[in-house]
T-cell receptor, first 116, second 114 residues
Framework: DAGITQSPRHKVTETGTPVTLRCHQT?????MYWYRQDPGHGLRLIHY???????DKGEVSDGYSVSRSKTEDFLLTLESATSSQTSVYFC???????????????FGPGTRLTVL | AQKVTQAQTEISVVEKEDVTLDCVYE???????LFWYKQPPSGELVFLIRRNSFDEQNEISGRYSWNFQKSTSSFNFTITASQVVDSAVYFCALSEAGDYKLSFGAGTTVTVRA
């Protein structure tokens, strides 16, 4: 299994408060991603990173920001949480090379966030 | 634009029956990758298989097999002789070469009854 951890695993917070989720990897993979999972939508990409300090938006990035100061850590911040951001958040990693599984994304265990 | 459709919302079978999950995709790229992931009740997402657009050979891996047909833009997945531990949500996903995004289908919930 890929070495990916997410913290916290569960969080309940109130509307308007800031929240930061952390993704940590031990695989030294270059690419990291944040997705959210909601019923009926599968997983949707929030932000991704293609290197230290290199990040870009995904399809549902409004209300979220990210930072990556080290290869192993990718942080997702909700500056002012809203009830619509109640979801399960997954981090994923991938790498590029010559092998058959290049660009395959491996996922962390997920963080369940509830915004009241 | 990318789109992945899993028309089956839920499938329920009795143990030892075969289960086939349908996946239809849309892409304008000629090079792309297709994936199946499994999400058991514990919630983690487990990578199962990957197929490249330039390789249409269908394979079998243990009880899993897949049928990739570019002509119909389908990437179906079959579990042979299902077991209770196969109960999970299965997601089909697509990425295009050079694009970092995985586009997921809505998922198919498979329930295997003993």
């Amino acid at each position: 299994d890929a070495g990916i951890t997410q913290s916290p695993r569960h969080k309940v917070t109130e509307t308007g408060t800031p929240v930061t989720l952390r993704c940590h990897q031990t695989e030294n993979h270059r690419y990291m991603y944040w997705y959210r999972q909601d019923p009926g939508h599968g997983l949707r990409l929030i932000h991704y990173s293609y290197g230290v300090k290199d990040t870009d938006k995904g399809e549902v990035s409004d209300g979220y920001s990210v930072s990556r100061s080290k290869t192993e850590d990718f942080l997702l911040t909700l500056e002012s949480a809203t009830s619509s951001q109640t979801s399960v958040y997954f981090c994923a990693i991938s790498d590029r090379g010559a092998g058959p599984l290049t660009d395959t994304q491996y996922f962390g265990p997920g963080t369940r966030l509830t915004v009241l | 634009a990318q789109k992945v459709t899993q028309a089956q919302t839920e499938i329920s079978v009795v143990e030892k029956e075969d289960v086939t999950l349908d996946c239809v995709y849309e892409t304008r790229d000629t090079t792309y990758y297709l994936f199946w992931y499994k999400q058991p009740p514990s919630g983690e997402l487990v990578f199962l298989i990957r197929r490249n657009s330039f390789d249409e050979q269908n394979e079998i891996s243990g009880r899993y097999s897949w049928n990739f047909q570019k002509s119909t833009s389908s990437f179906n997945f079959t579990i042979t002789a299902s077991q209770v531990v196969d109960s999970a949500v299965y997601f089909c996903a697509l990425s295009e070469a050079g694009d970092y995004k995985l586009s997921f289908g809505a998922g198919t919930t498979v329930t295997v009854r003993a």
